[in-house]
């Protein structure tokens, strides 16, 4: 699902807590070497995120959170914050071209671009998470 997560608002929380959990405590993000991503390039987007993301000249950036039954995919446009909301069961995660990687759900997919080891490696994260669960 796809929020706007720029204000305060309890019900958008509460419907994250819901769907993917509470963030993780500090010391099982210590264990786990952080739980937010470095800033990945957006490349492709469907048209609804699309949408949103050709309403400024920006270069457009996303990052990842991970929870305990899930991630958050988070982007900016003008000065909103929105946040895709993706529980690991609905997760489809590919490699394509060699830098590229897919993250689909539903209708909603993003392409981004990862250039560095720490990036590659963050996505490998992600998958041994969505296989545990």
């Given amino acids: 699902m796809l929020r706007n997560i720029s204000y305060n608002n309890s019900k958008i929380k509460s419907e994250i807590i819901d769907l993917l959990g509470n963030p993780f405590t ?3 993000r210590i264990k786990l070497g ?7 390039l957006i490349s492709q ?7 949103l993301l ?3 000249n920006n270069i457009n950036h996303c ?3 991970i929870r305990p039954k899930g991630i958050i995919i988070s982007f900016r446009s003008l000065l909103e914050t ?12 590919f490699k394509g071209k060699s830098n590229e ?3 689909y759900m539903d209708k909603y997919f993003i392409k981004i671009l990862a250039k560095k080891n720490s990036e590659h490696e963050f996505i490998k994260k992600i998958n041994k998470l969505k ?3």
């Fill in 63 to 65: 990052n990842i959170e």
């Fill in 54 to 56: 050709i309403l400024d």
């Fill in 101 to 103: 990687y897919s993250i």
């Fill in 34 to 40: 952080g739980i937010g991503s470095p800033k990945y």
């Fill in 82 to 93: 929105y946040a895709l909301i993706v529980p690991y069961y609905k997760l489809k995660l």
């Fill in 26 to 28: 500090i010391l099982k």
């Fill in 131 to 133: 296989l545990s669960n």
């Fill in 45 to 51: 987007t469907d048209s609804e995120i699309n949408s």
